[in-house]
């Protein structure tokens, strides 16, 4: 009973710290969340400054990072779930390094993207496809691990009753065991996209710009993101810009609870039951 007091007590603690947070944000920032804040550019006015290249700066990031990581990390967990043999050392150790790689900090990812860059010659680092990289890097592991809980989820029953039918194993993980597994696939992914969108520190390690006054218009152009402009502005002296921050964190919780929200839309609608 103690145990459990603890437990609720702790849940308790955390909701009301975060639920103080997301209210003063609001208020702090709800007089600046106009049709500026999406049109505009950055500024050294704090009343003619806006996000715009931040929020189109970490939608694409967010959607490059997406194609690089969904298709490996998807194949990835289906190998080592479906055909991996898993006595085979080399396989074993792949699995350990992808569990531990999952917990290791986003910073180093940023710093292995950096000596990646390097190693290749490329000389402005500040891009949109090496922060997509650095990205798909962190959350490559997290894909990986969801996929393979995923269709470890889907009863052993449903691929033998294929099998015994006489479907060959790709399709009766095509036609069986990945339209299951499609509904903790997607929720795991999306909520992995919404971590990899609300991170700054790997990007700042590659030097991503902290005041841009233009559009991303490609893979290799400069950018910013909703994070980096919030750090930005919360480190000004000016209050307004202490104000414009909030705003900013105000449309960077509204991205995350619209990615939240699809991927709790997709795991009612598709989730089945055994």
Same mark, same amino acid.
């Given at each position: !009973?103690?145990?459990? #007091?603890?437990? $609720? ?18 208020? &702090? ?11 505009? #550019? ?31 990390? =998807? ?7 479906? #055909?991996?043999?898993? @006595?085979? $050392? ?29 190693? !290749?010659?490329? @000389? &402005?680092?500040?891009?949109? =496809? ?28 449903? @691929?033998? +009753?294929?099998?015994? /039918? ?26 992995? /996209? ?12 590659? +030097? ?6 233009? &559009?991303?218009? +490609? ?11 919030? #750090? ?29 929200? =699809?991927?709790?839309?997709? @795991? ?7």
């Amino acid at each position: !009973m103690a145990f459990l #007091f603890l437990l $609720w007590f702790s849940v308790f603690f955390a909701f009301v710290f975060l639920l103080t947070l997301i209210v003063t944000t609001w208020i &702090d920032g709800a007089e600046r969340l106009d049709l500026r804040m999406f049109t505009e #550019f950055p500024s050294s006015a704090p009343e003619d400054a806006g996000a715009r290249p931040a929020i189109l700066g970490s939608l694409m990031v967010i959607s490059v990072t997406a194609l690089f990581t969904l298709p490996l990390g =998807i194949a990835a967990g289906i190998h080592l779930e479906e #055909f991996a043999n898993r @006595r085979n $050392w080399f396989n074993r150790a792949v699995e350990l390094n992808v569990q531990n790689l999952a917990a290791v900090p986003s910073i180093v990812y940023g710093l292995l993207t950096l000596g990646a860059m390097t190693a !290749m010659g490329v @000389r &402005d680092k500040n891009i949109v =496809i090496a922060g997509a990289l650095a990205l798909s890097l962190l959350i490559l592991p997290v894909v990986i691990i969801v996929t393979r809980e995923s269709l470890r989820a889907v009863p052993l029953e449903i @691929r033998e +009753g294929s099998l015994a /039918l006489g479907a060959t194993p790709l399709q009766t993980l095509f036609r069986q065991t990945l339209p299951s597994a499609v509904p903790g696939i997607a929720t795991g992914s999306i909520l992995a /996209l919404s971590r990899a969108l609300g991170e700054a520190a790997p990007l700042l390690i590659l +030097g991503a710009l902290v005041f841009v006054s233009f &559009d991303p218009n +490609g893979l290799f152009s400069g950018y910013t993101t909703l994070p980096i402009q919030i #750090f930005n502005w919360t480190g000004r002296p000016q209050e307004e810009f202490h104000v414009l921050a909030a705003a900013t964190s105000i449309v960077l919780l509204g991205l995350l609870l619209a990615m939240n929200s =699809i991927a709790i839309t997709i @795991r009612n609608r598709f989730q089945q039951r055994w």
